[in-house]
């Protein structure tokens, strides 16, 4: 009995002497911590606008044959309105008409003048009817000078009877119809520019110096991320508001649209060297904000961080972590402070 006893004693020793089968690690994806410039920005609201906006105005007086529809897409070159040039045509016409008539006239002269001149040699004629023709020829030449010009003058009034689009665009709004008599200088309707746009934005005065021209700040909307270079800074016309414009250029393939609202990140002290990690570094839990960093034995450390200034995939952070620590990036969300790791990437 006692020998039973003793066998079944060396086996469960045996048994429970045997190691613990650890956990496999766990395999992630790392980056490091960084040390970087930052400026820290504020988002404002600002609204997309058309730099080029045109009012459309008859260049000389007549009636319209032709205005185009509000929400018409014109190109650059396409005509957007026209005048009736039937009567312009006719003294065009008429013109013409008495040019012909100064030509013969001159020429008539210039042919009683060379026969005068030959009788005047001749001694058959006195110089006193030489000087009178001579006169009435250089009247036809100044009238035929006169005559062309005004035809110059009508053509160009024929000419300035189509208005062309400046750019690429959209009519919106028409003030007068055809059918319609105009004086010159008639506003007829509005031609707005859609492929050049700006951003405005209405920027406090004490943010005024962190801004320069040509800097390029991240402009953002629904579904939309971009960079606008500052063009200008426009003072207020009151002083009350204590307020610049800020307009930003944007580029002419952006998906803004004219009246959009955008927010700028604008900055709103001067630059400073902070830490950043990647974004999806950081896990986000009712107990706080935290990263996972990676010790020299392969195994996760829980630091604590608190965040800031937002550099798209990179984030500002403050926190005991130092550059080039080593942190989870990918595979966080099953970790615990201790779990052993495998790195599959470590980012650059």
């Known amino acids: 009995m006692k020998r039973v006893i003793v066998f079944f004693l060396i086996v469960s020793f045996r048994l429970f002497a045997q190691p613990v089968a650890t956990a496999p690690a766990m395999p992630v994806e790392t980056d490091l911590v960084k ?16 730099i080029n906006e045109l009012q459309l105005t008859a260049a000389i007086s007549g009636q ?25 045509d006719l003294q065009l016409q008429e013109q013409k008409a008495l040019i012909t008539r100064a030509e013969v ?9 060379q026969r005068q001149q030959n009788l ?17 020829k250089d009247v036809a030449v100044s009238d035929l000078a006169v005559a062309k010009l005004r035809v110059e003058q ?59 021209t040509g800097q390029e700040l991240d402009v953002f ?22 307020s610049y414009e800020l307009r930003l250029d944007i580029e ?17 002290q001067m630059p400073k060297v902070s830490m950043v990690i990647h974004q999806d570094a950081l896990v986000l839990r009712e107990e706080g904000t935290f990263v996972y960093r990676v010790n020299e034995e392969n195994k996760v450390e829980k630091v604590v961080v608190t965040t800031s200034t937002n550099l798209g995939h990179l984030v500002a952070v403050s926190g005991e972590l130092k550059t080039g620590d080593q942190i989870v990036i990918r595979g966080a969300e099953t970790l615990r402070e201790g779990t052993e790791v495998t790195i599959n990437k470590q980012s650059s």
């Not at 040390?35 to 058309?50: C, I, K, L, R, W």
């Not at 319209?64 to 039937?86: C, W, Y």
């Not at 010159?184 to 031609?191: D, E, F, H, K, P």
């Open 252 to 268: 002419e393939n952006s998906n803004f649209k004219i009246g959009q609202l955008v927010s700028v990140a604008v900055p709103i």
């Open 221 to 242: 909307a629904l579904g939309v991320s971009q960079k606008g270079k500052v063009k200008s800074l426009l003072p207020g016309s009151n002083n009350r508001n204590q």
């Open 120 to 136: 005047v040699r001749a001694k058959t004629v006195s110089e006193n009817s030489v000087e009178q023709i001579e006169s009435q």
């Open 154 to 212: 009508i053509e160009e009034q024929i000419s300035k009877s189509q208005i062309h689009a400046k750019y690429n665009g959209v009519i919106t709004q028409r003030l007068h119809r055809e059918g319609e008599t105009v004086a010159a200088g008639t506003v007829i309707g509005n031609l707005v520019d859609t492929d050049n746009l700006e951003i405005r934005v209405q920027l406090p005065l004490r943010y005024t110096s962190f801004i320069k």
């Open 105 to 113: 006239q001159l020429k008539y002269l210039q042919t009683n003048l």
């Open 64 to 88: 319209l044959e032709f205005v185009a529809e509000p929400g018409t897409i014109v190109k650059t070159g396409d005509v957007i309105a026209r005048m009736d040039t039937n009567t312009l």
């Open 35 to 50: 040390q970087t410039e930052v400026v820290p920005t504020m988002p404002m609201t600002g609204n997309v606008f058309s």
